[in-house]
């Protein structure tokens, strides 16, 4: 996927959202034992405002949003109920392990997002007055050991583990863009730039997954 922004353009990326999972906020959670893994909001309804009314005074209308992939849960209707409520038109979503609706493309859900697909291999290109930046990143829902490009700049993106903040940058240019490491904002392009340009050049050892603590 090519990218070029516009004049006044931005980019940003995001992933993990969880919008409507009943599990991952600590008011209505049946895990046990689970303050590390869940969300610290009084209630389902307030958490759900809470990552859309972030996304919203983050990303503008004509902003484009990369989406990591585990948009929603908790049902099919909580897709559609969540993609109404963002302002921003560009939504590019890569499935994630809990996205089998969209994959799918149940009642053509897949409409309602720009493109949808399981890895997103993005060339960037930033206008910078006579002359154009580029970058080139690897994004995918899990996080992955080496990737194409690896040795030639390319920066890999991904979200699945949420990580913390103090974890979410891995050894080399790579790193976890999901809400939980960025206060449940989006993180701007130019942030993850800045962050992972000047790293080495390094294969990444996988976090610790989620997943092997409890089922999500």
Not at 14 to 35: E, F, P, V
Not at 155 to 170: C, D, F, Q, S, Y
């Amino acid at each position: 996927m090519k990218i070029v922004l516009e004049k006044g353009q931005r980019l940003f990326f995001t992933s993990d959202t969880h919008y409507g999972h009943s599990n991952i906020c600590r008011a209505t959670t049946k895990w046990t034992d689970s303050d590390s893994v869940t969300r610290d909001f009084k209630s389902l309804e307030h958490m759900n405002d809470t990552l859309v009314n972030r996304i919203n005074e983050t990303v503008g209308e004509n902003d484009i949003l990369i989406h990591l992939g585990d948009f929603s849960f908790g049902g099919f209707e909580n897709i559609q109920e969540f993609r109404n409520r963002l302002i921003c038109k560009n939504i590019h979503l890569v499935h994630g392990n809990h996205d089998h609706h969209i994959r799918r493309n149940k009642g053509d859900i897949q409409e309602i997002f720009t493109t949808c697909s399981d890895y997103i291999h993005l060339d960037l290109r930033i206008p910078n007055g006579k002359e154009i930046r580029k970058y080139s990143f690897a994004c995918m829902h899990y996080p992955i050991c080496s990737w194409d490009g690896m040795n030639a700049n390319v920066m890999h993106l991904h979200g699945h583990v949420h990580l913390p903040p103090h974890l979410r940058i891995a050894e080399g240019r790579a790193m976890d863009v999901g809400c939980d490491g960025n206060n449940l904002y989006p993180i701007n392009v130019e942030e993850v730039i800045s962050l992972l340009k000047n790293r080495p050049i390094a294969k990444l050892t996988l976090p610790k997954d989620h997943h092997e603590k409890r089922l999500i």
